[in-house]
């Protein structure tokens, strides 16, 4: 995975430069808002008791993150509209998440469960590359790229602060009001992975908690051409 995010990085920078030689270039200035919700997270809970060794904990199916609020900005180079118009940049990006994490298992005989309240707060900062397949008035486009994702996780209160690689992958219509201005409607999904967090459950338990997630975000964007 982390050899294909190196490729992409690179195949983007390169479209970044082939981009700066052209002539008739514009900048692009975009602000996204909408929500997030998760379709998918995949937990993995290993609980440790003290002096009784480790067990996986059962997740219990209620177990959930709140969507929340998504909103971010974006940076982006684009050669004139030709055959193909295509454009790179900058992209960073602010979500929230609020749930508990419910679970059961059951240790040397002792039965236990855990609710535990949880709390997310993701920056993303993303290397994004834009394909405009129609040129007007309305112009779909895709939109893929590597980036890095700074996690602050509570649990109960306890903070704990991580990096995670992710990938973007996003599709959306920009609706051209005027030349300098657009504004659009965008689905997007940020597949981040191998999270993981070491958290004290209570006085004798630990759990190391690891977390893929793959939210899908439903966005209204704004863009202005600077020049």
């Known amino acids: 995975m982390r050899n294909s995010i190196t490729i992409g990085l690179a195949i983007i920078l390169l479209c970044s430069t082939a981009a700066l030689a052209a002539e008739g270039s514009r900048w692009q200035l975009g602000?996204?808002?909408?929500?997030?919700?998760?379709?998918?997270?995949?937990?993995?809970?290993?609980?440790?008791?003290?002096?009784q060794g480790v067990q996986q904990m059962d997740v219990d199916d209620d177990s959930y993150l709140d969507p929340s609020v998504f909103y971010g900005l974006s940076c982006a180079y684009s050669p004139r509209p030709g055959l193909i118009r295509y454009a790179v940049g900058l992209e960073a990006d602010y979500s929230g998440f609020r749930g508990e994490l419910r679970g059961d298992l059951e240790l040397d005989g002792a039965p236990g469960s855990y609710d535990t309240k949880m709390f997310f707060s993701l920056w993303q900062a993303q290397?994004?590359?834009?394909?405009?397949?129609?040129?007007g008035r309305f112009t779909p486009y895709a939109a893929l790229g590597p980036g890095l994702a700074y996690v602050h996780a509570e649990f109960d209160g306890e903070a704990q602060q991580v990096y995670a690689p992710q990938v973007t992958l996003a599709a959306g219509v920009d609706m051209y009001g005027a030349d300098w201005v657009c504004f659009g409607l965008e689905l997007r999904f940020n597949y981040a992975m191998d999270m993981q967090f070491d958290v004290d459950l209570n006085d004798t338990d630990s759990a190391e908690i690891e977390l893929d997630y793959l939210p899908l975000s439903a966005l209204m964007t704004a863009k202005f051409n600077l020049f």
């Open 31 to 51: 602000v996204q808002g909408g929500y997030s919700f998760l379709p998918l997270c995949n937990w993995n809970v290993d609980v440790q008791r003290a002096e």
């Open 127 to 135: 290397l994004l590359a834009w394909l405009y397949f129609y040129e």
